[in-house]
């Protein structure tokens, strides 16, 4: 399929059927999609980096996901909680954060180097970005444009992710994803 066949992000799905039935190969499947096919910010048009963040007890038992480009070791977590889905979360906002910064602080600092780090030709804001970032180029950070996330939970049947009694973390990123 082209890009434009492919589901545009933000989007939630669950892939429901019995056992047995590929729903984590299809879930599979379609995240390779995007990988073959690629993301571009619909207000740039830069092409987007993906990141396949994955929580499943089941993941090493499970060889489909070895397939997946965008699936980094350290994305891998063997099981789900409130308190780590929370952590992931923090974690995307962390990295976006870190990738703004960096952003703003590489174009003045290029700026700096083509006036051959004369601080008197740069403005009182730039030194001030240039002062954090202590007059050295700055540290490139894990990804240096725009990221689509890519949160896949599988076989949580009977974790905490369905919780019976109030609302789990899950419940809440759903409800609020549109925001």
Request: with cysteine.
């Amino acid at each position: 399929p082209l890009q434009a066949d492919l589901p545009r992000p933000y989007f939630v799905a669950q892939f429901l059927g019995p056992r047995g039935s590929g729903k984590t190969y299809a879930c599979v499947e379609l995240l390779k999609q995007y990988e073959t096919h690629g993301l571009r910010d619909p207000k740039t048009g830069a092409m987007c980096a993906q990141r396949i963040i994955l929580m499943s007890p089941t993941y090493s038992a499970n060889p489909v996901f070895e397939s997946l480009k965008h699936l980094d070791e350290s994305d891998e977590l063997d099981n789900y909680s409130d308190s780590k889905l929370v952590q992931v979360l923090d974690d995307i906002k962390l990295q976006k954060e870190l990738t703004a910064t960096y952003l703003k602080c590489i174009k003045v600092w290029r700026k700096y180097e083509r006036a051959n780090f004369d601080d008197e030709r740069m403005t009182e804001d730039e030194l001030l970005l240039l002062y954090d970032c202590n007059f050295t180029e700055p540290e490139k950070p894990r990804y240096t444009g725009p990221v689509v996330n890519f949160l896949v939970l599988d076989d949580l049947i009977g974790s905490d992710a369905f919780k019976s009694t109030g609302k789990s973390a899950l419940t809440e990123l759903v409800l609020k994803n549109r925001h």
